[in-house]
């Protein structure tokens, strides 16, 4: 009998096989994309923090120069509504030496958002999919600051406060002893005895009783953080019943068109669920649905995946808009790629 795991392993170089018979018989011709996501700084202290969030209408704009710091390519996109951009460059160009970031004056001047100003370093392009001559690149979040920071942002700790310098004061001379003069001893004393007095009647007090012990009852269970360190789990592990604690944001009734979007409502109906999701296979739509809700919820509880929540839902988006069944597989071949990694997951109590 042949193991389950196996089974899998057999149905993934099943799907990869036919992913490039596709390719192969379509004439695929290279390209490169590159994504990323401009969040708005609001407490302006240069760094992603829990308050900053997608912001749109952003330009960013894409430089790759030489040696010599010559530019012999630029490229710009203004984020959409969920605060991501993707730029696409046909043929196979050399993106090693590319650089992204917000451009000042077009953020200032068509960007109807409050946060328009350019903020943090240049943000170096990591190559993270190369198949078949079709490269992706990613690009580390990109900030963009407000005019006045949020009021409720925390605040700075103060400077230390060095201590004065000390400074050693001489000790004075000392000063010398006067002459002691010698004092007989005086006579002796005589002895008066004295004599304990009568000790107290004493009553020792009853002993104390302490009051009644209640045991409160034992605490809920905390359910888990997410991970920091990455973590992907593959869709036949999210569907057992022992790992249901890890469902956050959403849960196995939730529908998809609420989870992807009224793109993915249209096609696959409103009445199916993310439970329902997760059983597809057989057809290149199923199979990217089944690994877009994986990633999605990978997303949900590690910090470290690949693509956060917002890039799931923007690809998987993309690639139904685009009715090309190349799109469709290239999409869901990558989220089975970054579902394929290790699993953090331990049974839930």
């Not at 708005?40 to 710091?69: A, H, R, W, Y």
């Not at 010398?176 to 004295?194: D, S």
Request: with cysteine; net charge positive.
């Amino acid at each position: 009998m042949v193991p389950r795991y196996q089974m899998y392993l057999n149905h993934n170089i099943l799907f990869v096989a036919l992913l490039i018979l596709c390719l192969t018989v379509n004439g695929v011709t290279g390209y490169a994309t590159v994504t990323g996501t401009v969040f708005c700084d609001q407490c302006k202290d240069g760094e992603k923090s829990l308050f900053d969030f997608p912001v749109s209408g952003i330009k960013v704009s894409v430089t790759c120069s030489d040696e010599n710091g010559q530019i012999y390519m630029s490229r710009e996109e203004t984020t959409n509504w969920l605060g991501g951009y993707v730029m696409r460059f046909d043929g196979t160009p050399d993106l090693s030496n590319c650089y992204a970031q917000v451009s000042d004056n077009g953020a200032q001047q068509g960007s109807s958002s409050s946060c328009s100003i350019a903020s943090g370093p240049t943000q170096k392009l990591k190559l993270l999919f190369s198949f078949f001559g079709i490269e992706t690149f990613v690009v580390d979040a990109l900030l963009a600051q407000p005019v006045q920071p949020m009021s409720s942002c925390p605040k700075p700790p103060p400077a230390p406060v060095m201590p004065p310098p000390q400074v050693r004061v001489k000790p004075p001379p000392q000063a010398i002893p006067p002459p002691q003069v010698k004092v007989p001893p005086l006579p002796p004393i005589a002895l008066v005895p004295v004599f304990p007095p009568p000790k107290a009647l004493t009553m020792s007090p009853p002993p104390a009783t302490l009051p009644p012990q209640f045991k409160l009852p034992p605490l809920p269970p905390i359910p888990p953080v997410p991970f920091v360190e990455p973590s992907a789990c593959s869709h036949q592990l999210w569907i057992k019943p022992e790992y249901r604690c890890y469902w956050k944001v959403i849960g196995p009734d939730t529908k998809v068109a609420v989870a992807f979007g009224l793109v993915a409502g249209r096609r696959y109906g409103n009445d199916m669920t993310v439970r329902e999701a997760l059983n597809g296979r057989g057809e290149a739509y199923k199979t990217l649905l089944r690994e877009a809700t994986t990633a999605l919820l990978n997303s949900y509880n590690s910090l470290g995946f690949p693509y956060n929540s917002v890039a799931v839902i923007t690809y998987t988006n993309m690639a139904l808009l685009g009715n090309s069944q190349h799109d469709v597989l290239m999409t869901a071949f990558r989220f089975i790629k970054a579902n394929s990694g290790t699993c953090k997951f331990t049974v839930c109590k």
